[in-house]
């Protein structure tokens, strides 16, 4: 073993936790724009072009 590397034992935990981080952020900013009007917009079009697509709407 070479003893003159450093230990990387906490490395992983680190990139769990920005992981962990940039999800949760991400998931905020979702919430926001499904639930404010630009999502209820975005919503309603992608609802009618999917009915539009199986000839319903």
């Known amino acids: 073993m070479d003893r003159t590397r ?7 935990t680190a990139e769990y936790a920005v992981g962990t981080a940039a999800g949760a952020g991400l998931a905020g900013v979702l919430y926001q724009l ?3 009007g630009f999502g209820d917009q975005m919503l309603q079009r992608m609802f009618n072009h999917a009915l539009g697509m199986l000839g319903i709407g």
Do not use: N, Q
């Not at 450093?6 to 992983?12: A, L, M, N, Q, Y």
């Open 6 to 12: 450093k230990s990387e034992e906490g490395i992983t």
């Open 34 to 36: 499904v639930t404010g």
